[in-house]
T-cell receptor, first 112, second 116 residues
Framework: KAGVTQTPRYLIKTRGQQVTLSCSPI?????VSWYQQTPGQGLQFLFE???????NKGNFPGRFSGRQFSNSRSEMNVSTLELGDSALYLC???????????FGEGSRLTVL | QQQVKQSPQSLIVQKGGISIINCAYE??????FPWYQQFPGKGPALLIA?????SEKKEGRFTISFNKSAKQFSLHIMDSQPGDSATYFC???????????????FGRGTQLTVWP
């Protein structure tokens, strides 16, 4: 069974640009969550989607947004990039019954 | 504020030794406590998890000890091996049974190095 797939794996952007990251969950998983990982702040929750609805949102500015499609695939978008947005962005999917999170390998964003 | 506090930040253990990582939480609504292992360049992978209705859970060389009254839980790695060298994260969630647990509150991580 394929794991959580995130694309792109690496990307470099400049301040002010926007970026879209994609996540394909494990087949059958309808919940997708996003986390930001940085050396300074650790793993921080961004948002969670279930059946195309945002169920939870972390304490990030409105520049961070996301959505989920009917096939459970999810995207997150960061607009007006800042240097501090440089991070590893992790997507995780889960089954509603067990709730265990399975993470992808992440998209490493560098903002110059 | 940090909802889950983890210590130590780094840990060096001899091969064959016991690695112990501790976590503490404040929110009594938390009812799911997983541990994740992360290797460089990879996403975190679920290692073992516990719910507060048991005080200990063992899977192979990995054991979670849970103290509900003290609001603490710990990971013990017995017979530590060089391949265990990784960053370990504790986490907590208040999703409850039968629901997704998308919002995990993570500790800051412990970098474990096991010397051969």
């Amino acid at each position: 069974k394929a794991g959580v797939t995130q694309t792109p794996r690496y990307l470099i952007k400049t301040r002010g640009q926007q970026v879209t990251l994609s996540c394909s969950p494990i087949s059958g998983h309808r919940s997708v969550s996003w986390y930001q990982q940085t050396p300074g702040q650790g793993l921080q929750f961004l948002f969670e989607y279930f059946s195309e609805t945002q169920r939870n949102k972390g304490n990030f500015p409105g520049r961070f947004s996301g959505r989920q499609f009917s096939n459970s695939r999810s995207e997150m978008n960061v607009s007006t990039l800042e240097l501090g947005d440089s991070a590893l962005y992790l997507c995780a999917s889960s089954l509603e019954v067990t709730g265990e999170l399975f993470f992808g390998e992440g998209s490493r964003l560098t903002v110059l | 504020q940090q909802q889950v506090k983890q210590s130590p930040q780094s840990l060096i253990v001899q091969k064959g030794g016991i690695s112990i990582i501790n976590c503490a939480y404040e929110n009594t609504a938390f009812d799911y406590f997983p541990w994740y292992q992360q290797f460089p360049g990879k996403g975190p992978a679920l290692l073992i998890a516990i719910r507060p209705d048991v005080s200990e859970k063992k899977e192979g060389r990995f054991t979670i000890s849970f103290n509900k009254s003290a609001k603490q839980f710990s990971l013990h790695i017995m017979d530590s091996q060089p391949g265990d060298s990784a960053t370990y994260f504790c986490a907590a969630s208040k999703g409850g049974r039968g629901s997704t647990l998308g919002r995990l509150y993570f500790g800051r991580g412990t970098q474990l190095t096991v010397w051969p």
